[in-house]
């Protein structure tokens, strides 16, 4: 199911008030379900047990997260399937909506890529997140987003990584996540 369908687009408010399901977003005012299946969610923990890896091997690396609430504007509010947050913008503990991270990661789902490649990159150029990594499980490849600058008006670096490539950031001083080890053997290798 790529949205349940709503007889008017809604306010964040409005989205807010709905006993709605878990997996459950809102772009653009239209209410997005995403119950995310056994891939999604394999790469989820993989990106987020590298990142925990990374951030716990030296203290003030701030964190990361899976599934964190985050209001954009009013008609927006987005549980990217990974974030992190730079030391000194760690989420409060008890606050059920949080901030926009210092990196989201969004990965490929049958019913939200259109949303992720779309709408929902822009406004998280728009409003100022300093890196996106989307996470193509189809193609096995990670589409980066980032500035430059952190007054960069736009994402102004885009990088696509493939097998044979290795992730990195500037926000994230010694990490590098090997694409042939995160994206497995390809279907048929024998080497495997």
């Known amino acids: 199911m790529s949205g349940m369908a709503v007889a008017q687009r809604m306010t964040v408010a409005e989205f807010l008030e709905l006993d709605v399901p878990r997996f459950t ?17 394999s790469v989820e923990r993989d990106l987020v047990f590298a990142l925990e890896l990374w951030r716990r091997a030296e203290p003030g690396r701030g964190e990361s997260w899976s599934r964190l ?8 509010y987005y549980e990217p399937d990974v974030l992190w947050y730079r030391s000194g913008r760690e989420p409060p ?13 969004e990965i490929r789902s049958r019913s939200t890529w259109c949303y992720d490649i779309g ?3 822009r406004r998280y150029e728009q409003h100022g997140l ?4 989307l996470v193509d499980t189809a193609a096995d490849e990670i589409l980066v987003y980032r500035r430059c600058t952190p007054k960069s008006p736009t994402f102004d670096v885009c990088l696509e990584l493939a ?14 996540l090997a694409l042939d080890e995160f994206f497995g053997p390809l279907p048929g290798d024998a080497t495997a």
């Open 93 to 105: 503990p008890d606050s059920a909506l949080q901030p926009m991270p210092d990196i989201a990661a």
């Open 163 to 176: 097998r044979g490539d290795v992730l990195t950031s500037p926000l994230l001083a010694g990490f590098s």
């Open 25 to 41: 977003t809102l772009v653009e005012g239209e209410v997005v379900l995403n119950p995310p299946r056994r891939l999604h969610q």
């Open 130 to 133: 300093p890196e996106l990594w």
């Open 119 to 121: 709408p929902k990159m």
């Open 69 to 76: 609430g985050t209001v954009l504007d009013e008609r927006n």
